[in-house]
């Protein structure tokens, strides 16, 4: 549908928790205002950021201004944010914000560290903000880590839930807020001849790559605390993997897609040796990253075979990578296709031909490309690579898109379709969380890889004892 035959989300206040922290300047807030350029959200959108920091409405304005888009509309949504200066540890700010709230509609944004989550929850439904009466809606966001293992999650899942229903809970993964990720659902369900060859008969495995050239930067305390498979993999992978492999819901409403994506997730069989199925590895200089322990073992690179037990993906490996400072930022879904049934063309050089490919790409370019081989014109039979390409930023105007804009607007319009149920984070810890024991098992059992490269050696042996090879990254 197009953005003019939506309406526009209805009168309410978003309250963003962490009001001064990188994601609500860089991405929830520059989102808002294209939102309001969308004609989605109005005037009657007001915003109260809620932060540590010493200063005032004025303070907090200018310090947005810098990632803010300079049109009309982000001037006017900026005199509707105020800010909330408070230790949300405490219950004062709860009961503060309880006044200027009112009793009108409210949407809770958590972007605050993991840890505040759960208090933060509990706080909000003892000041009675989270109670939905006269027809008022108060709902609750909230950011990644949910939980660090299997059973952390379904702790911070119970401590939620005793307070608020699931109807008002809106777990974020950014990746459903990418094109390409959504786009999954409709070159599949839309596209009766890729739907068509979408199984064991004609898939020979899939291939899911984040690869991220930049490193761990600033972010030593957090990152060392979580390492590249609690961050990436039960969440921004696992959300490709569900849409990939997730079977047609019976219909578009959020709990049909949310159940199919957690049956999917319920699937994927618990590795037979966790420890040959995963590799870890660290980028040569992590350790004197500022905040990383001079002998960490945490990993900054995973790689993850696995298998979905279902009757469509029977006998069809998903390899997973993950990583950062690596040659390049890329992330893809390649759909490997197998090799024609009869080697028709053995005497030739056809015999060998690469597998024709489907890669939908998600970064640094939102596309997709179709990989297949054509025969070179002239009279010997010689055949050639090429590709079809779409790239979204040549069809349609993306520029200057957060990945943000989709995911508040259903948020405030009350879809939960882009969001985690309870269900499908915890089918996501429980698939991870046999190669968590394993590597906790055994920390030591980490490869150092060159910065600017594939990452290790063992990421590139896992796949070729198949018989396989990954794509290069960046290709
Ligand atoms: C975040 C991770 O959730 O996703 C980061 O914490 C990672 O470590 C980022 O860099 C990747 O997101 P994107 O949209 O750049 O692929």
């Given at each position: 549908?197009?953005?003019?035959?939506?309406?526009?989300?209805?009168?309410?206040?978003?309250?963003?928790?962490?009001?001064?922290?990188d994601l609500?300047?860089?991405?929830?807030?520059?989102a808002?205002?294209?939102?309001?350029?969308d004609?989605l959200?109005?005037?009657?959108?007001?915003?109260?950021?809620?932060g540590?920091?010493?200063?005032?409405?004025?303070?907090?304005?200018?310090?947005l201004d810098?990632?803010?888009?300079?049109?009309?509309?982000?001037?006017?949504?900026r005199?509707?944010?105020t800010?909330?200066?408070g230790?949300?540890?405490?219950?004062?700010?709860?009961q503060?914000?309880?006044?200027?709230?009112?009793?009108?509609n409210?949407?809770?944004?958590?972007?605050?560290?993991?840890?505040?989550?759960?208090?933060?929850?509990?706080?909000?439904a003892d000041?009675?903000?989270?109670?939905?009466?006269?027809?008022?809606?108060q709902?609750?966001a909230?950011?990644k880590?949910f939980?660090?293992d299997?059973?952390?999650?379904?702790?911070l899942?119970?401590?939620?839930?005793?307070?608020?229903?699931?109807?008002?809970?809106?777990r974020?993964d950014?990746?459903?807020?990418?094109?390409?990720?959504q786009?999954?659902?409709?070159?599949?369900?839309?596209?009766p001849?890729?739907?068509?060859?979408w199984?064991?008969?004609?898939i020979?495995?899939?291939?899911?790559?984040?690869a991220?050239s930049?490193?761990?930067?600033t972010?030593g305390?957090?990152y060392d605390a979580t390492?590249?498979?609690?961050?990436?993999?039960p969440?921004h992978?696992?959300?490709?993997?569900?849409?990939?492999?997730?079977?047609p819901?019976?219909?578009?409403?959020?709990?049909?897609?949310?159940?199919?994506?957690?049956?999917?997730?319920?699937?994927?069989?618990?590795?037979?040796?966790?420890g040959a199925?995963?590799?870890?590895?660290?980028?040569?200089?992590?350790?004197?990253?500022?905040?990383?322990?001079?002998d960490?073992?945490t990993?900054?690179f995973?790689?993850?075979?696995?298998h979905v037990?279902?009757?469509?993906?029977?006998?069809?490996?998903f390899?997973l990578?993950?990583?950062?400072?690596?040659?390049?930022r890329?992330?893809?879904?390649?759909?490997v296709?197998?090799?024609a049934?009869?080697?028709l063309?053995?005497d030739?050089?056809?015999?060998?031909?690469p597998?024709?490919?489907?890669?939908l790409?998600l970064?640094p370019?939102e596309?997709?490309?179709?990989?297949f081989?054509?025969?070179?014109?002239?009279?010997?039979?010689?055949?050639?690579?090429?590709?079809?390409?779409?790239?979204?930023?040549?069809r349609?105007?993306?520029?200057g898109?957060?990945?943000?804009?989709?995911?508040?607007?259903?948020?405030?319009m009350?879809?939960?379709?882009l969001f985690?149920?309870?269900d499908?984070i915890?089918?996501g810890?429980a698939?991870?969380?046999?190669?968590?024991?394993?590597?906790g098992?055994?920390?030591?059992?980490?490869?150092?890889?060159?910065?600017?490269?594939?990452?290790?050696?063992?990421a590139?042996?896992?796949?070729?004892?198949?018989?396989?090879?990954?794509?290069?990254?960046?290709a």
């Amino acid at each position: 549908m197009s953005a003019a035959a939506l309406p526009p989300a209805p009168p309410s206040t978003l309250v963003i928790f962490g009001g001064t922290g990188d994601l609500t300047r860089r991405l929830l807030v520059p989102a808002l205002a294209n939102l309001c350029g969308d004609g989605l959200v109005g005037n009657d959108l007001t915003i109260i950021a809620i932060g540590s920091r010493e200063g005032d409405d004025e303070s907090l304005r200018a310090g947005l201004d810098e990632f803010a888009p300079d049109t009309d509309c982000w001037r006017a949504l900026r005199g509707r944010i105020t800010y909330l200066q408070g230790d949300f540890t405490q219950p004062d700010v709860f009961q503060t914000l309880k006044q200027r709230l009112g009793d009108g509609n409210a949407a809770f944004y958590l972007a605050t560290p993991a840890q505040f989550f759960g208090p933060i929850v509990d706080a909000l439904a003892d000041a009675g903000l989270m109670d939905e009466v006269e027809g008022r809606f108060q709902r609750v966001a909230i950011e990644k880590p949910f939980g660090h293992d299997l059973a952390s999650a379904q702790a911070l899942n119970r401590q939620i839930l005793a307070r608020v229903a699931e109807a008002q809970v809106y777990r974020i993964d950014h990746y459903l807020g990418k094109e390409t990720v959504q786009n999954i659902m409709v070159a599949r369900f839309a596209n009766p001849w890729i739907e068509a060859v979408w199984n064991n008969r004609y898939i020979d495995h899939v291939q899911i790559t984040a690869a991220e050239s930049i490193d761990v930067g600033t972010r030593g305390s957090f990152y060392d605390a979580t390492g590249a498979g609690r961050d990436m993999v039960p969440n921004h992978l696992f959300q490709l993997l569900a849409m990939i492999g997730m079977e047609p819901p019976n219909d578009l409403s959020a709990d049909a897609i949310r159940g199919e994506k957690a049956k999917l997730l319920g699937a994927v069989r618990p590795p037979d040796d966790a420890g040959a199925d995963g590799v870890r590895g660290q980028y040569e200089g992590y350790r004197e990253t500022a905040d990383v322990s001079a002998d960490s073992t945490t990993e900054t690179f995973v790689a993850l075979k696995l298998h979905v037990d279902s009757w469509r993906w029977g006998g069809v490996p998903f390899y997973l990578r993950t990583g950062k400072a690596l040659t390049a930022r890329d992330t893809e879904v390649a759909i490997v296709f197998r090799q024609a049934p009869l080697a028709l063309f053995r005497d030739t050089d056809l015999n060998n031909l690469p597998p024709s490919q489907l890669v939908l790409q998600l970064q640094p370019d939102e596309g997709i490309v179709m990989r297949f081989m054509v025969k070179q014109p002239g009279p010997e039979l010689r055949a050639v690579p090429v590709q079809l390409d779409f790239h979204y930023a040549e069809r349609f105007d993306i520029k200057g898109r957060t990945g943000y804009e989709t995911l508040l607007y259903d948020m405030l319009m009350g879809d939960q379709t882009l969001f985690q149920r309870a269900d499908q984070i915890e089918a996501g810890w429980a698939a991870v969380q046999p190669f968590l024991d394993a590597w906790g098992g055994r920390p030591d059992a980490i490869e150092t890889y060159a910065r600017g490269s594939d990452g290790p050696a063992g990421a590139t042996a896992l796949i070729e004892r198949d018989g396989r090879a990954w794509n290069p990254i960046g290709a």
